[in-house]
């Protein structure tokens, strides 16, 4: 059982490099999520899905987009990276919004120079 | 606005002694509420939850106390591992919207010593 699978696990970017960053679940969950990690600051939610077809934006949305086509993908866009974009990226699911335990991936490391 | 508040960046306990983590969060409609452990280079894992109509959940080791007239929850873990070094998040999280979106506060640093 997979769980929540993130590509890449590391990425070095180049100021105005654009990038997707793909988030897969195996456990037909609804909600989908996008955090950054940077230190000191926790996890902070990017964007969300409510499910398929769906997004909507978190708490620091500026500078990426998402989709979420299928059930099971979410992808994260950074259409012209920036230094500021410099984290740790984790993608988690969650089944409804009754049972809000999140499953995180093991995230990917992102270097924008 | 930090809604969930870590204070302790760092805590060093003894192995076998009790470890006490601690959460405040300023938000009156958090109604939920996780701990999370997280290993470098590896995602959070969930730990342990407490809906706020109760005011304590045990399981094993770990023990989540909620307090809500001082918007106040600890995680106590007893008796304390070495495997239990790692960075613990707490998280609040609220029924309203479309979504059971998680706050998280910044973390705090558990090192178990022997």
């Known amino acids: 059982n997979a769980g929540v699978t993130q590509t890449p696990k590391f990425r070095v970017l180049k100021t105005g490099q654009s990038m997707t960053l793909l988030c897969a679940q195996d456990m037909n969950h609804e909600y989908m999520y996008w955090y950054r990690q940077d230190p000191g600051m926790g996890l902070r939610l990017i964007h969300y899905s409510v499910g398929e077809g769906t997004t909507a934006k978190g708490e620091v949305p500026d500078g990426y987009n998402v989709s979420r086509l299928k059930k099971q993908n979410f992808l994260l866009g950074l259409e012209s990276a920036a230094p500021s974009q410099t984290s740790v990226y984790f993608c988690a699911s969650s089944i409804d919004r009754v049972r809000r335990q999140a499953f995180f991936g093991q995230g990917t490391r992102l270097t924008v120079v | 606005d930090q809604q969930v508040k870590q204070n302790s960046p760092s805590l060093s306990v003894q192995e076998g002694r009790i470890s006490i983590l601690n959460c405040d969060y300023t938000n009156s409609m958090f109604d939920y509420f996780l701990w999370y452990k997280k290993y470098p280079a590896e995602g959070p894992t969930f730990l342990i939850s407490?809906?706020?109509?109760?005011d304590k959940n045990e399981d094993g080791r770990f023990t989540v106390f909620l307090n809500k007239s001082a918007k106040h929850l600890s995680l106590h873990i007893v008796p304390s591992q070495p495997g239990d070094s790692a960075v613990y998040f707490c998280a609040a999280s609220s029924n309203t919207g479309t979504a059971s979106k998680l706050t998280f506060g910044t973390g705090t640093r558990l090192q178990v010593t022997l």
């Open positions: 407490i809906s706020s109509i109760k």
